[in-house]
């Protein structure tokens, strides 16, 4: 056993949702390639858990993906 690391991991580049269950601080990050599969996902979730949109990853900072935020 070592010590843990002190460096934040970095994301990978691509879109962004939090799925969290309904009255819980933290949730679980999911990662999609494009923009239709995060689509696919909100809507899989959406009923059952409560989906935050996070955004796009991209180069190491995180981006607004304005078409989705006003879908919801």
């Known amino acids: 056993m070592g010590r843990p690391a002190t460096k934040p991991t970095d994301l ?20 999609r390639d494009t923009r239709s599969q995060l689509q696919l996902a909100i809507d899989e979730y959406k009923g059952i858990k409560e989906v935050v949109i996070l955004g796009k990853q991209e180069n190491g900072k995180m981006k607004d993906v304005p078409e989705l935020k006003k879908a919801q």
């Open 12 to 31: 990978r580049d691509g879109y962004y949702i939090e799925v969290k269950n309904k009255n819980q601080k933290t949730g679980i990050k999911i990662r």
